[in-house]
């Protein structure tokens, strides 16, 4: 084997974060309640149902269109795909066929600094069937299978790249990437559970000689994109330089093993019948175009932080990645855009999510008022995440545990206080430092910032007890 | 509404007896039945199927509501082919309807049950539903009116489908009059139905005026008499077409193409559509269920409850949207449909209506058809085309043969419906 690319196309389900499911009014929040009970005739497929469009879907639909750059088509359909599965509550699924709602779009991602361009072949619209539990364990130890029909018919998008994909890491990029942008738009709950769901079509070309393709499904996280698709390259690769050939096969990646085994032979492969749903009349989406408008993206945002607050590429990335904490970063900047870059990126982030917490569970305004003391020099940086830390444990303000703690900086007479009585209690030290035992300074100055409650400045401590201990002398 | 309470029923027209609705509205003086494919909440609603044995809908249909809140009673559920799929009432699996014209015939079907209600004077009037023909074919073989409205008149909201794109709810009774109150009642804009967006307008008014048959401009399609139609039914239909004629109305002959293609279109989409649509009755949620093994067994199992002749348009359907035959079966089809769409278009450019005998025949023997389901399927060849254009149509009582009733089937444009009615009531003054 001399010349091997990895071709990956890669098509991303995502349940749109609509209030009602696709084509009923039953609520889409089901996560915490007892099963079937987020149901009604026509998300259960009772017979004579009807299925009726949710136009929020449609508008977040156009959003993401708007966003990655797709045409949108004036006119959209959609279609049955028909095959039996029990969690499929009418034995077909409504999807779109030949008519998507999004195509020809674009995205960028960038791997380790190099940035290329993805292309998005469509991103339509179609429901999630309602959700299997095996009793007993795995499907093939299971004695009995019950079905959860609360899933069924809430909104998704699928989201299918054009085979611009190089390897499993750019894979990652764009599954980030996608979440990133579908946050942004506010069309999607990064934070539910199968809430993004990837199939990933594989395979190796050779001499650019296009190979087999697998379809690898199932990989329900970003971690599994770069692990399944890891898998797979490398045993397509392993097959090919034993000099066997790959099957073309759809394949299941086990997430608990790591590995793809094969679900479906090519001759097993579904045909689908795909036909125009007449139920639901060819949608109109003009007005949605004219008046869906979508927000500044993650990479405009990114751009922006750095020209407009001086901020390092690292840290601009970081603070853009979720919309919450670019808007929260902004609302701290204006005291001291770097300073407040530090202090949210490199402490307050870390904090939350140490804690399993998020930005909106803190008051930026609160938080403001933090690095504006930090900043004029009334609270040390040691304090300040002193306080933090207190804060998000005992949920109270961050100024308001400076205060109540005293966690604010000592003045000078403090200082001078705690330094003479240091230098009193502690003759051997002060006898070390007069005999050229330069630790026992360090050890004088730690007894100051304990008796003033870490408010000492340090450099000023130093300064003081120096000059206090020259007098010894 | 006296036959109704001691459960006698001689001619088999009811699935299901019961008793709800009724009160103050304006259709508190009809007794009504509901086909057995039109759910209605806490009654049994079977399409005649052994797979839907003791399914109890949850939901009323939005039709079933409308007539609850206007006072109607429902009476009874009525006998249908299994699914709809049949002229004849006879592949029920409740045994077949008889005509009460004839015991000894069928009733017409699908909608047989609701026809023979009609005729037999059980009920004032019953909900049909036509993807065919199957609330004009059973009107003119009992004798009685019978109404398919314009596609997305009537909501389809609870109606277990069949062939979606093609069928409508309409109802059936002695006179246009009662036909009108109810579809009046009936009609209109639904929420629940995406495809139901038709501005209704005063349908029972409509009904009860008759219009001035001497402006009337009447086209007979060449391709709907003639060949393939009994003598003696034609004969009937000139008769009726002389009426028109000696009142005033303008009668063209004219050329429709298309309708030589509709039906083998028709029988095309109707199953295709079929094959998906009763795809979900595999016993998990409702119905008998499949028992035993993993879920596909357990599927097939449930699936060896449906008749023959839903077995047969299943499989043909699932053959003609398939990989391979899908271009061949499923899209020349839509062509055809789109033709025949045309095709009436261009004739109501000229023409207020389109006449024709509803039935090539008169009803047969009981039996007589089920043998050869070919045969069973020309006899649609002239209620057909309606529905692949989705314009509103109507039988018409209008003579008979040997005591056997012939239907006058008046056909209009779309969304004319307020002035079909008119149209039909004028002809039933004119005829008697």
Redesign the interface.
Known sequence: MTDADVVIGLEVHVQLDTDSKMFCGCSTEYDDSPPNTHTCPTCLGLPGALPVVNERAVEYAVKVGKALDCSIAEDTAFHRKNYFYPDLPKNFQITQYDSPINEDGELEISVEDESKSVGIRRAHMEEDPGSLVHKGGSIERSSYTLVDYNRSGTPLLEIVTEPDVESPEEARAVVDKLREILEYLGVFDADRGGALRVDANVSISVDDEEGTRTEVKNIGSTKGVVKALRYEVTRQKNQLKRGGDVQQETRHYDDDRGVTVTLREKAEEKDYRYFREADIPPLETSEYVEEVEIPELPDERRRRFREEYGLSREEASKLTSKKAVADFYEEVADVDSDLAATWVVDELLGELNYRDMTVEDVDAEDFRGLVELVDAGEVTDANAVEAIRASLDGRQGFVEVVEERGLGVADEGETLEACRTAVEENPDAVDDYLSGDDEALNYLVGQVMQATGGGADPATVNEVLREELEGEG | MSATDDGDDPFNAFVTRCRVGGGDGMLSDLSIGVKDN??TEDVE?T?ASQV?EG?V???D?TAVKRLKDAGASIVGKTNLDEFGMGSTTETSAYGATRNPVDPERVPGGSSGGSAAAVAAGEVDAALGTDTGGSVRCPAAFCGVVGYKPTYGLVS??????YA??LECIGPIADDVETVGRVLDVIAGED?????C?LEAGDLASAAREPVELGGLSVAVPEELVGDGVDPDVEAEFERAVDVLKSEGASVDRVSMPSLERALAAYYVIAM??A??NL????G???GPGGGDGD??ES?SSARAGFGDEVKRRVMLG?FA???GY?DEY?DKAQQARELVRRDFHRVFEDADVVASPTMPVTAFELGEALDDPLEMYQMDVNTVPVNLAGVPSVSVPAGDVDGLPVGLQLTAAKNRDAELLSTAAAFEEAWS
């Open positions: 039109i759910s609603t399409c839907l399914y809908p949850p939901y249909a389809r909201y609870g109606l277990i489908a979606n794109s929420h629940r139905d995406g495809t967006n295709g559509e094959s998906s795809a979900r009755f595999d998990v949620r409702y879920w596909n599927f699932t949207l398939s990989e899908h499923y």
